[in-house]
């Protein structure tokens, strides 16, 4: 069992930066692919990056690419997601996540934090 709780959520202005944390507790957390979802309202929930258990693999969503790095601190039992260059359409709520497996991009992640709000304003 793992469970995750993200923080660092928050109201910024567009072009500002922001960095999510997702602390988890279980004796296996470095071996969990991690993740990072988000939905907006009215949207179905995505996948925006994921990273492997050493940290060496990494995946963006197009719409991220390039402003946001995830990263993973495994003696710490944390996961980051650094958001950079925010726009209005990065405004939703983002979930941690962890699933066992070794697709970064799979479809079913295992565990679930209760989300953050991340609102950017033009």
Known sequence: QVQLEESGGGLV???DSLRLSCAASGRTFSTYVMGWFR???GTER?????ISWSGSTTYYSDSVKGRFTIS???AKNTVYLQMDSLKP???AVYY???QA????TATRYHY????TQVTVSS
């Open 39 to 41: 939905q907006a309202p």
């Open 112 to 115: 679930w934090g209760q989300g």
């Open 13 to 15: 202005q567009a072009g």
């Open 46 to 50: 995505k996948l925006v990056a994921a």
């Open 101 to 104: 497996g070794a697709l970064l």
């Open 96 to 98: 941690c996540a962890a």
């Open 72 to 74: 993973r601190d495994n």
């Open 89 to 91: 359409e990065d405004t």
